[in-house]
């Protein structure tokens, strides 16, 4: 990165700090697959069909763009989080 741009950055930001450990990645991935489990059930019984192979169909494949969407609101919470806990430090 150029200088001039690190110079921007609060100092906790600009230093290379670890953004993912293993204890984070469980975490997303605990709350992704339990997200997608709930969404899963709720969406079952939106499907308008009899047949049971096309309601499991698409309830997994509503709750798969869904959970991409909770995902992404998780990451987007935790940069934010880190941005304000980082603006407090100083």
């Known amino acids: 990165m150029d200088k001039r741009r690190l110079s921007n950055l609060p100092l906790s930001m600009a230093q290379s ?22 969404m899963f059930f709720t969406m079952k019984s939106h499907v308008r069909s009899n047949d049971p192979k096309m309601i499991m169909l698409w309830a997994a494949l509503t709750s798969a763009c869904l959970t991409g969407v909770f ?19 100083q």
Do not use: H
């Open 17 to 38: 700090e670890k953004l993912v450990t293993p204890v984070s990645l469980v975490v997303d991935l605990i709350l992704v697959v339990g997200f997608f489990i709930y």
């Open 71 to 89: 995902w992404l609101a998780l990451q987007m919470f935790r940069v934010v989080l880190r941005a304000q806990r980082a603006a407090r430090r």
